[in-house]
């Protein structure tokens, strides 16, 4: 049983493999697909946004790399001081300390992993 499972995965890979190729190559030389004319909603998003398709210089990089760790940091943040009273905490885990809470988002931002908690016991499962 464990054989024909193998060999349906592999089959399934090998079927899968030089239309997603094209796929992903069409997509990365910014070229419209067909899944781009059925969910045309991305480009709707963009324009609201202001995003465009030309290239950044370093400047607008540095500050959009900047601004989205900034917003990665304070939702991580938000969510690791209040998992005491979010939904989703069947380990009844409390809520972190404020500088705790911020070691620990600032080590899983900078994957320095410096933990200064045990592990499953002060986190939710969310995070580790």
Same mark, same amino acid.
């Given at each position: #049983?464990?054989?024909? @499972?193998? +060999?349906?995965? !592999?089959? /399934?890979?090998? &079927?899968?493999?030089?239309?997603?190729?094209?796929? $992903?190559?069409?997509?990365?030389?910014?070229?419209?697909?067909?899944?781009?004319?059925?969910?045309?909603?991305?480009?709707?998003?963009?324009?609201?946004?202001?995003?465009?398709?030309?290239? #950044?210089?370093?400047? @607008?990089? +540095?500050?959009? !790399?900047? /601004?989205?760790? &900034?917003?990665?940091?304070?939702?991580?943040?938000? $969510?690791?001081?209040?998992?005491?009273?979010?939904?989703?905490?069947?380990?009844?885990?409390?809520?972190?300390?404020?500088?705790?809470?911020?070691?620990?988002?600032?080590?899983?931002?900078?994957?320095?992993?410096? @933990?200064?908690?045990?592990?499953?016991?002060?986190?939710?499962?969310?995070?580790?």
């Amino acid at each position: #049983m464990e054989l024909i @499972q193998i +060999a349906l995965v !592999l089959a /399934l890979v090998v &079927l899968f493999a030089i239309p997603m190729g094209r796929y $992903i190559a069409r997509v990365f030389s910014l070229e419209e697909t067909k899944l781009d004319r059925i969910f045309g909603f991305e480009k709707a998003i963009y324009k609201v946004s202001g995003i465009t398709q030309s290239e #950044m210089n370093w400047k @607008q990089y +540095a500050k959009a !790399l900047l /601004l989205s760790n &900034l917003a990665m940091f304070g939702i991580c943040y938000v $969510i690791i001081r209040f998992q005491g009273v979010l939904p989703g905490n069947p380990g009844g885990i409390d809520s972190m300390d404020p500088l705790l809470a911020f070691n620990t988002v600032s080590s899983f931002l900078t994957n320095t992993n410096l @933990q200064h908690y045990s592990g499953e016991s002060g986190l939710l499962y969310l995070f580790v």
